[in-house]
């Protein structure tokens, strides 16, 4: 039954491909409920299967909570063997469930929000094949077919993010994605590399297995300079996917696509593949403190940086670009003080608030037509009073009031990170301070949207045309309640020292990690939960202050101007690496072409083919027709043999 719930992904874009194939080939105006319909069925039926999975696995023993489905041998060579095995324990199905969960209500949403596209079913095969390929990372038994579906994703979110292609920045933006993805890639395959040398097998349960003696052996402490390095290269593959420093800079420009796709590749799918995976291989990492303290710092870092561009942008899509960049540090924080559960915990409510979120922001630019920048919007709160609550909601939950699902998972990583023998009162202070900035730019988009008086009417109305805004269909909306009412309860699974969350993942990721010093130090724990508490909320107050006074705003913009403008510009980190990567490797590729290729290549190549005319033109001219000649060419071609044969042999 396991094979089922990849299986139904890829049935319903098999549906949508051939439906595409033969009536939609041709941009003619269609809709969507046919082919929305199918994916949203081929989804919804996975998630369905995954809740009984889920409760089988329930039922079992917990030494024994696994389930293995081996359909085929894929890959023999020499001490090489892998098969196509899809292997769910606590960890794969927390992630299934969510997954599929949410990617069905983003399918359901996708229907009204794709109602005037022309070519819908394409569009629902794209989605379902990047449902596929997420479940069949998760569900991986093995290194490699997790790269099988690590690398799917990479193409779908090629596919979908450059979906209107016909838009240079949007096809740009779907290369970009691509090529930065590809970056990172290099790293988990160096890692698997690796892993295969050193102990001759790529299957997880395996390799775990075989960590475990050499544990018990006391061999491992000699191998830790080899773990070490194993660690880091998957965590570069985890830094490309996971939209980490350095490799960023392709998720913002992801909202180049539909905000479907946004909502699916932020929420619940291909950026939560890093964090799976660092938690899928914590028996490796906990062996490392090296590798574990990379893995924090560049979650921490990553965060920090990620909530300070998020405080000047104006597109709506790209603040919450920013905001899921700088969430994903805060889950690889959790992870790299080796609060596995933790980690995953903010995975799984990040899910929720997120993808409420962009759906949300995708009524709103539905109801404004289109419009995406928030200093030309303000007062929909009247207009839009469904996704102004849902919206509400998701915006509380992020930034971390409680009892919102995100202040749960968000204080228990901050108490990790100050209590774990690998964090520090630092790692606790920076990780406040974008708890700060998360609120603060939380609010500061809410207001600009949501509150106020419309400045809409000015900038974006045509004269003499009228300019209505609306609330999205009920097919838009309703997916978005379902995700404000989770992003409201979900927080419940991982309460502190109630977590049913962190009792189920625990025969996976272990119990976390907590330094002597505080241990039962309970007092303590409470305090920052109240200083977490109190900081978010001062984040939200200051929001609503400054931006209750829209011409103050104004002043202080023109006043830290350079500070805005580096902060708008996203600390011109494209500027960088288009001055220091893109163009030098740009003219360097110029120069091998035009210096070898042309030069070199094409000459070679063309003078092979001179020559063959050549002398296929010379060879014409003993061609006469006349037999007098071809005897006399015989007879000296005979004499020629005759002499070499006597005097050459002699």
Not at 9 to 24: E, K, R
Not at 98 to 104: E, M, R
Not at 161 to 179: R, T
Not at 360 to 376: F, L, P, R
């Amino acid at each position: 039954m396991l094979f089922l719930i990849a299986l139904f992904p890829l049935l319903g874009f098999l549906a949508n491909g051939l439906w595409h194939a033969l009536f939609q080939a041709r941009p003619v105006r269609s809709g969507a409920l046919i082919p929305g319909l199918v994916g949203s069925a081929a989804i919804g039926t996975s998630f369905f299967a995954s809740l009984l999975l889920f409760v089988r696995l329930k039922g079992m023993p917990v030494s024994q909570r696994e389930v293995e489905d081996v359909l085929f041998n894929w890959v023999t060579a020499g001490n090489l063997s892998i098969d196509i095995a899809f292997r769910l324990d606590p960890l794969s199905s927390v992630f299934l469930m969510f997954i599929t969960g949410v990617a069905t209500l983003i399918h359901l949403y996708s229907i009204g929000y794709m109602e005037n596209d022309k070519t819908p079913a394409k569009f629902f095969a794209y989605l379902n094949l990047f449902c596929f390929s997420m479940i069949v990372l998760v569900l991986g038994s093995s290194l490699p077919l997790i790269f099988l579906g690590w690398e799917g994703v990479g193409l779908c979110s090629y596919l979908l993010i450059a979906y209107w292609y016909s838009d240079l920045e949007k096809a740009s933006a779907g290369k970009k994605a691509f090529v930065v993805n590809r970056i990172g890639d290099v790293g988990f395959m160096i890692g698997m590399f690796i892993i295969f040398a050193k102990f001759g097998t790529l299957d997880i349960a395996a390799l775990r297995a075989l960590v475990r003696q050499a544990q018990e052996a006391g061999a491992a402490g000699a191998d830790i300079g080899m773990i070490t390095t194993v660690c880091i290269c998957l965590f570069v593959g985890c830094i490309g996917k996971s939209a980490q420093l350095p490799l960023f800079v392709w998720l913002p420009d992801a909202m180049a696509g539909p905000t479907p796709v946004s909502a699916l590749i932020h929420a619940a799918t291909m950026v939560t593949s890093g964090v799976y995976l660092v938690a899928r291989m914590n028996f490796l990492y906990e062996l490392s403190s090296m590798a574990s303290h990379v893995v924090a710092i560049t979650g921490l870092a990553t965060a920090l940086f990620a909530a300070s561009i998020a405080i000047a942008q104006t597109d709506i899509k790209k603040i919450l670009a920013y905001s899921t960049i700088s969430q994903l540090g805060y889950m690889f924080l959790g992870c790299g003080v080796g609060a596995y559960a933790a980690g995953v915990g903010h995975v799984v409510t990040h899910a929720f608030f997120k993808a409420l979120l962009f759906l949300g922001a995708g009524n709103v630019i539905h109801g404004m037509h289109q419009q995406q920048d928030i200093t030309k919007m303000g007062g929909l709160k009247t207009k839009m009073p469904k996704t102004f609550l849902a919206f509400a909601a998701g915006a509380l939950a992020i930034s971390g009031i409680p009892p919102f699902s995100g202040f749960f998972t968000k204080d228990e990583i901050l108490w990790r990170a100050y209590s774990s023998p690998e964090g520090s009162v630092w790692f606790w202070a920076l990780a406040l301070l974008t708890s700060i900035l998360t609120a603060f730019y939380m609010t500061r988009l809410f207001s600009l949207v949501f509150l106020g008086k419309p400045r809409f009417q000015k900038s974006t109305q045509t004269p003499g045309e009228s300019f209505r805004v609306h609330e999205a269909p009920g097919i838009m909306v309703i997916p978005v309640q379902i995700l404000a009412v989770l992003s409201v309860i979900g927080g419940f699974i991982a309460i502190p020292h109630l977590s049913w969350l962190e009792h189920w993942l625990s025969p996976v990721l272990g119990q976390p990690h907590q330094s002597a010093a505080v241990a039962g130090g309970s007092g303590m724990e409470w305090l920052l939960m109240v200083v977490s508490t109190a900081a978010a909320a001062l984040g939200i107050f200051v929001g609503l202050k400054v931006y209750a006074n829209l011409p103050r705003v104004d002043r202080i913009k023109e006043r830290w101007d350079w500070v805005t403008g580096v902060l708008r510009n996203k600390w011109y980190v494209d500027e960088l690496y288009g001055a220091v990567f893109v163009r030098p490797i740009y003219r360097l590729s110029l120069a091998l072409w035009r210096g070898f290729d042309i030069a070199v290549i094409d000459r070679l190549v063309l003078g092979f083919g001179k020559a063959t005319v050549w002398t296929g033109q010379t060879a014409r001219l003993i061609q006469t027709g006349s037999i007098q000649v071809y005897a006399f060419v015989i007879l000296v071609g005979i004499l020629v043999t005759a002499g070499y044969l006597l005097y050459g042999v002699a």
